[in-house]
C-alpha cells in the first residue's frame, strides 16, 4: 500500500524565526512636542518605549515626561477662528481655565466648537522643565 500525502500535511504553513522580528518604530518628537495617544500606545504595545505613570522610555535610553494635551485640529463646522486656536497644542487644563469644555471628540468654547486629537506634550527629562 502506497503512503497517501494528508491534504493537511500539504498546508503546513512555517512560522519565521523567533530571532526574526520586525524592526521597532522609529520614535520621534515634534518641534511642539505633541505626540497623539494613538502613537504613544502603538510605541508600547511593539516593545519600542516604556510606559510609566507620566514618564515614556525609549529602547535606546530616551526618557520623555508626558503631560495630557490636545492639538485643536480645526473649526468643526469650518466658520473662522475667533479664538486662534486651530493648530494649537496645549496642556488639557490650559483650556480649561479659559473657560472651555472639552468631550471626547470635541473643545467647545462659547459658540465656537473645535475638532481636538488627544495626546500628550513630551518633554525631554534632562531638559530644564519649569512647573508654574
Same mark, same amino acid.
Given at each position: 500500500? +502506497?503512503?497517501?500525502?494528508?491534504?493537511?500535511?500539504?498546508?503546513?504553513? $512555517? +512560522?519565521?524565526? *523567533?530571532? +526574526?522580528?520586525? @524592526?521597532?518604530?522609529?520614535?520621534?518628537?515634534?518641534?511642539? &512636542?505633541?505626540?497623539?495617544?494613538? *502613537?504613544?500606545?502603538?510605541?508600547?504595545?511593539? !516593545?519600542?518605549?516604556?510606559?510609566?505613570?507620566?514618564?515614556? *522610555?525609549?529602547?535606546? &535610553?530616551?526618557?520623555?515626561?508626558?503631560?495630557?494635551?490636545? =492639538?485643536? #485640529?480645526?473649526?468643526?463646522? !469650518? %466658520? /473662522?477662528? @475667533?479664538?486662534?486656536? /486651530?493648530? =494649537?497644542?496645549?496642556? #488639557?487644563?490650559?483650556?480649561?481655565?479659559? !473657560?472651555?469644555?472639552? $468631550?471626547?471628540?470635541?473643545?467647545?468654547? &462659547?459658540?465656537?466648537?473645535? %475638532?481636538?486629537?488627544? &495626546?500628550?506634550?513630551?518633554?525631554?527629562?534632562?531638559?530644564?522643565?519649569?512647573?508654574?
Amino acid at each position: 500500500m +502506497a503512503a497517501v500525502e494528508s491534504p493537511r500535511a500539504r498546508s503546513r504553513i $512555517s +512560522a519565521p524565526p *523567533t530571532s +526574526a522580528r520586525a @524592526p521597532l518604530p522609529e520614535i520621534r518628537v515634534g518641534e511642539d &512636542g505633541f505626540v497623539a495617544e494613538a *502613537t504613544v500606545d502603538a510605541w508600547v504595545r511593539s !516593545g519600542a518605549a516604556a510606559r510609566t505613570s507620566c514618564s515614556l *522610555t525609549t529602547h535606546d &535610553g530616551r526618557r520623555f515626561l508626558l503631560r495630557d494635551a490636545v =492639538r485643536v #485640529l480645526g473649526r468643526r463646522n !469650518g %466658520d /473662522t477662528d @475667533p479664538y486662534g486656536f /486651530t493648530g =494649537r497644542v496645549d496642556a #488639557l487644563r490650559d483650556f480649561i481655565r479659559r !473657560g472651555a469644555s472639552i $468631550s471626547p471628540d470635541a473643545l467647545r468654547l &462659547g459658540q465656537a466648537v473645535y %475638532d481636538i486629537e488627544y &495626546g500628550f506634550v513630551a518633554t525631554p527629562a534632562d531638559a530644564d522643565v519649569r512647573v508654574m
